[in-house]
């Protein structure tokens, strides 16, 4: 959930109506606004680039010679931390012209996502600073 409030709940893809006991009552596709495609295509690459990163991260480290850098890595999972960074904050620029009341706050995907951006870059940082050992 990116936005809860006043029973209702919004993520990137679906809103939700909900009840005073929680229950699911409806949901429906979230709005076709380009700013909205444009979030959820860097959230998909930062996800795409997460997942590279990982697996170069295997790949380098039984290829890669000792005293290495583990470059490629590190700017995968760069990559990564900038798209969640840039979605986040089109959302936030953007989010206000799509919920006009003022009744809501900001969900925990919403605040994952500004806790994930420095978590990258600070993961990608240490990967480039990263020599291989024997």
């Known amino acids: ?15 939700c109506s909900t009840s ?36 170069l991260f295997f790949c380098q ?12 890595t590190g700017v995968f999972q760069i990559l990564a931390g900038l798209c969640v960074m840039s979605a986040a904050s089109i959302y936030t620029v953007r989010h206000p012209e799509w919920h006009l009341n003022s009744d809501y706050s900001y969900g925990f995907a919403y605040i994952l996502a500004w806790v994930a951006f420095p978590l990258a870059l600070l993961s990608g940082v240490i990967y480039v600073i990263l020599r291989k050992r024997e």
Do not use: P
């Not at 959930?1 to 006043?6: E, T």
């Not at 480290?61 to 490629?72: A, D, P, S």
């Open 20 to 55: 005073s006991s929680g229950n699911v009552h409806h949901c429906y596709s979230s709005s076709a606004n380009e700013w909205l495609q444009s979030v959820q295509a860097t959230m998909i690459l930062s996800i795409i680039f997460s997942v590279l990163s990982l697996f």
């Open 1 to 15: 959930q990116w936005i809860v409030g006043n029973g209702h709940s919004t993520d990137l893809w679906q809103n």
């Open 61 to 72: 480290l039984f290829t890669l010679t000792k005293g290495g850098r583990f470059y490629i």
